[in-house]
């Protein structure tokens, strides 16, 4: 169990907390694959690509973004620290202040989206059982309820959650409930007359798939805050392949399939309702409290930057941050969050680029000896993927951007650091 106050985002976890495998990771990260953000994030595709486009966006974008996770994950692995923490490595002290202001403010948002998308969706299922303009309808309470519930698993800290709640029994009912929707969808929907339709073309291919990809990239700034807690790299990677890949090509695709089947053409909340009359909206219900998890990692992890800035407590940033994240949830409307998806991709993809390179082939996962406060060099390469994307995205968006982006700061990165020396003589993480 995660004792408050016995581990610190800035230094290696011990190695009697590294209890973590390849089931726990599995199960980690097909629960955060599976989620109402990422039904909605099919739903987007759905119009301008149809299914066949859709369904191949999704598979290409989350096979390359989770291969790349999982790299990530394997760092947090080899070196004990928290993904912040880790940036150091690759930054210097000084370097990874950027990108944790940064993540901190996008865990933020992402944590108020998660709330409100829950706050939405119960509103919708309490309003189909008990009417219109009962308590159950409430945004207000549904917002508080989901925020006060994610606040405390972020609270109890990742191991409680991961080996307590979810292994033991929160995989088997989300796998029930994906089960069941796709069960509703075979039997109800002409799906050879969806598949023979094609899409309207107002959504690119390129585009779709670097929406697909930025799914699992988004977790990038996250996922070290889980994996360093895992025992070895190899399972951390293979559970976190398999289980986001599945996971999230399993939703992605319902997301899809619903879209085009029973999703009535500019009805608000379109999507919620076809899923709401699936198994008298139970799965939608299971679906739905599992959303809380993503909340509660987004939560977390603010929380584990915030530490790494001020020096506070990880357990005490948590409930500050998820106070902030309900209230935001309870006075603001969901939007469409395309845009949102892709910023993140244009900042994080290519500064994960460069700390790939950096910690596999430049420094072969061995640690230096001293960590610098900043590496210019770095920045610089970041600086170079990060133009390169909102230079594709705004003049060649039929190319796509966040591949591109990633592997020119990693290419940078490769050549720039080639001048500097590792300490070849420090033992692998």
């Given at each position: 169990m995660n004792t408050p106050g016995t581990y610190s985002p800035d230094l290696p976890v011990s190695a009697e907390r590294r209890v973590l495998g390849g089931r726990d990771l599995f199960s980690l990260w097909f629960s955060l694959g599976i989620g109402l953000m990422v039904l909605q994030t099919g739903a987007l595709l759905a119009p301008g690509l149809g299914m066949s486009g859709a369904l191949l966006a999704i598979a290409l974008g989350t096979l390359v973004g989770v291969l790349l996770l999982a790299g990530a994950?394997?760092?947090?692995?080899?070196?004990?620290?928290?993904?912040?923490?880790?940036?150091?490595?690759?930054?210097?002290?000084?370097?990874?202040?950027?990108?944790?202001?940064?993540?901190?403010?996008?865990?933020?948002?992402?944590?108020?989206?998660?709330?409100?998308?829950?706050?939405?969706?119960?509103?919708?299922?309490?309003?189909?059982?008990?009417?219109?303009?009962?308590?159950?309808?409430?945004?207000?309470?549904?917002?508080?309820?989901?925020?006060?519930?994610?606040?405390?698993?972020?609270?109890?800290?990742?191991?409680?959650?991961?080996?307590?709640?979810?292994?033991?029994?929160?995989?088997?009912?989300?796998?029930?409930?994906?089960?069941?929707?796709?069960?509703?969808?075979?039997?109800?929907?002409?799906?050879?007359?969806?598949?023979?339709?094609?899409?309207?073309?107002?959504?690119?291919?390129?585009?779709?798939?670097?929406?697909a990809i930025a799914m699992p990239l988004s977790w990038l700034p996250l996922i070290a805050d889980y994996s360093r807690f895992g025992r070895r790299a190899k399972p951390v990677f293979f559970g976190t392949v398999l289980g986001y890949f599945i996971g999230n090509c399993w939703l992605m695709s319902l997301g899809v399939g619903y879209t085009l089947a029973f999703a009535a053409d500019g009805e608000a909340n379109a999507l919620l309702l076809a899923l709401a009359g699936a198994g008298m909206g139970i799965p939608l219900l299971l679906v739905l409290l599992d959303e809380s998890e993503k909340a509660f990692a987004d939560i977390h992890s603010a929380a584990v930057s915030g530490a790494m800035l001020s020096g506070l407590k990880v357990e005490h940033l948590a409930l500050a941050i998820g106070v902030l994240c309900t209230l935001i949830a309870c006075f603001a409307p969901l939007a469409q969050y395309e845009s949102f998806l892709l910023l993140i991709g244009s900042l994080f993809a290519p500064?994960?680029?460069?700390?790939?390179?950096?910690?596999?082939?430049?420094?072969?996962?061995?640690?230096?000896?001293?960590?610098?406060?900043?590496?210019?060099?770095?920045?610089?390469?970041?600086?170079?993927?990060?133009?390169?994307?909102?230079?594709?995205?705004?003049?060649?968006?039929?190319?796509?951007?966040?591949?591109?982006?990633?592997?020119?700061?990693?290419?940078?990165?490769?050549?720039?650091?080639?001048?500097?020396?590792?300490?070849?003589?420090?033992?692998?993480?």
């Amino acid at each position: 169990m995660n004792t408050p106050g016995t581990y610190s985002p800035d230094l290696p976890v011990s190695a009697e907390r590294r209890v973590l495998g390849g089931r726990d990771l599995f199960s980690l990260w097909f629960s955060l694959g599976i989620g109402l953000m990422v039904l909605q994030t099919g739903a987007l595709l759905a119009p301008g690509l149809g299914m066949s486009g859709a369904l191949l966006a999704i598979a290409l974008g989350t096979l390359v973004g989770v291969l790349l996770l999982a790299g990530a994950g394997v760092i947090g692995t080899d070196t004990g620290l928290s993904s912040m923490a880790s940036l150091t490595l690759s930054l210097g002290r000084r370097g990874a202040m950027l990108p944790a202001v940064l993540n901190l403010l996008q865990l933020v948002g992402w944590g108020s989206f998660e709330i409100i998308v829950m706050r939405d969706a119960a509103s919708l299922l309490g309003a189909r059982a008990f009417g219109e303009g009962g308590l159950w309808t409430s945004p207000l309470l549904w917002a508080l309820f989901f925020g006060g519930l994610a606040t405390l698993l972020a609270v109890s800290g990742p191991l409680t959650f991961v080996r307590k709640i979810l292994r033991q029994w929160g995989i088997w009912l989300l796998l029930g409930a994906c089960l069941w929707l796709t069960w509703n969808l075979l039997a109800k929907a002409d799906l050879a007359a969806l598949w023979a339709r094609g899409g309207d073309g107002s959504m690119p291919f390129a585009t779709g798939l670097d929406i697909a990809i930025a799914m699992p990239l988004s977790w990038l700034p996250l996922i070290a805050d889980y994996s360093r807690f895992g025992r070895r790299a190899k399972p951390v990677f293979f559970g976190t392949v398999l289980g986001y890949f599945i996971g999230n090509c399993w939703l992605m695709s319902l997301g899809v399939g619903y879209t085009l089947a029973f999703a009535a053409d500019g009805e608000a909340n379109a999507l919620l309702l076809a899923l709401a009359g699936a198994g008298m909206g139970i799965p939608l219900l299971l679906v739905l409290l599992d959303e809380s998890e993503k909340a509660f990692a987004d939560i977390h992890s603010a929380a584990v930057s915030g530490a790494m800035l001020s020096g506070l407590k990880v357990e005490h940033l948590a409930l500050a941050i998820g106070v902030l994240c309900t209230l935001i949830a309870c006075f603001a409307p969901l939007a469409q969050y395309e845009s949102f998806l892709l910023l993140i991709g244009s900042l994080f993809a290519p500064l994960f680029g460069v700390v790939l390179v950096d910690h596999f082939v430049l420094r072969r996962r061995r640690s230096p000896a001293q960590v610098p406060g900043l590496r210019g060099l770095s920045l610089l390469a970041w600086l170079g993927g990060v133009s390169t994307y909102h230079l594709l995205a705004n003049l060649y968006p039929e190319v796509g951007a966040t591949l591109p982006a990633l592997v020119m700061a990693g290419v940078l990165q490769l050549l720039l650091g080639r001048g500097v020396s590792y300490d070849r003589g420090t033992a692998q993480a």
